[in-house]
């Protein structure tokens, strides 16, 4: 088991940047490949970004790409989402999700993650 926990959401202008954190803790943290996905009200949830186990391999959906990074550190067992140049239809509920099965790196489904945190609050106003 793996429990995680995400932290940085806010409030910021549109073009600004918030930097999101998930601290895993139990199970070995660098045993999984992490994703981020969001949700925004009255829509599912969508895929951000995954990053491998070892941090080698990231993947973007194209909304995100170019203006949001995700890295990790496996020493400190916490994966992050940098976003820069936020917009307004980036507001979400954004979760940090586990994968303890595959390393692989095109895995968007949700139902492919095992492992979710409670989420945080983006907000971006225009």
């Known amino acids: 088991q793996v429990q995680l926990v995400e932290s940085g959401g806010g409030l910021v202008q549109a073009g600004g940047s918030l930097r999101l954190s998930c601290a895993a803790s139990?199970?070995?943290?660098?045993?999984?490949?992490m994703g981020w996905f969001r949700q925004a009200p009255g829509k599912e949830r969508e895929f951000v970004a995954r990053?491998?186990?070892?941090?080698?391999?990231?993947y973007y959906a194209d909304s995100v790409k170019g203006r949001f990074t995700i890295s990790r550190d496996n020493a400190k067992s916490t994966v992050y989402l940098q976003m820069n140049s936020l917009k307004p239809e980036d507001t979400a509920v954004y979760y940090c999700?586990?994968?303890?099965?595959?390393?692989?790196?095109?895995?968007?489904?949700?139902?492919?993650?095992?492992?979710w945190g409670q989420g945080t609050q983006v907000t971006v106003s225009s």
């Open positions: 999700a586990g994968d303890s099965l595959m390393n692989t790196i095109v895995v968007t489904g949700p139902s492919r993650y095992n492992y």
């Open positions: 990053i491998t186990r070892s941090g080698g391999s990231t």
């Open positions: 139990g199970r070995t943290f660098s045993s999984y490949a």
